[in-house]
């Protein structure tokens, strides 16, 4: 079924009113608000014009679809590519911040940055992998609680070699998925709690932008068929 748009204008009124509880964060809350601005003035032009093609008497019903065609056409597509483009950075902030700190090498550059932990020397990358099989052959044949016990007690100790060798394995994570999840989220919100933060707020963004987005296509695609 066509989305309409006061659908759009009334969902984008929701979520002018739901900016405060959404966002602590002055920076992701104005992104989302300008976004919104930009989205409503578009969907007022777009109504206004909309409402004039329906009204005309001298158009057929084909003829009406064609013109809606044609102004979803102009209008939605720059829309849907600032949409997109707003998208496109919330994601990339995203998965910056998930790599820093849901993995092994990104919380270490956290605590490096934090001046909690020396910057490390060059090593290289054949003998660590050694170590790490070592780590990995003492642990395989372990039970899976003891095991995801020890990457807890690793991620708290700070022994990154041990914490990537346990979730890094090459045959497949030696430390359940689950766990793995539960851990890193909560080790993440204890120890960098600016950065989890941080990466929350641009999830929230990111997930409303992707529902702007989703919506405003179907309503463009949807125009033409509302004669």
Known sequence: MPVQTSHVRQRIGQLKNDLTRLFE????????????????????????EEQKIKDNPHLTPQGRQAQLRDLSTKKGKELQQFLSDELTKATDSHRTLSDLLFTNEGRRQLDIAYNRESAPIEEDRTLRYLREQEIRMGWRDKP???????????????????????????????????????????????????????????SVLREQLQGLSDLSGRWLDGLGTQA
């Open 144 to 202: 899976q609680a003891e095991r995801d016990r020890e990457y807890i007690r690793a991620l708290h100790a700070g022994d990154h070699e041990t914490a990537r060798a346990l979730s890094n394995a090459p045959g497949g994570p030696l430390v359940t998925a689950d766990t793995k999840r539960r851990v890193d989220t909560a080790y993440a919100e204890q120890r960098f709690p600016a950065a989890y933060e941080n990466f929350s707020q641009v």
């Open 25 to 48: 964060d002055d920076t992701k809350r104005g992104t989302l608000q300008l976004v919104l601005n930009r989205l409503d003035k578009t969907a007022g032009e777009i109504e206004t």
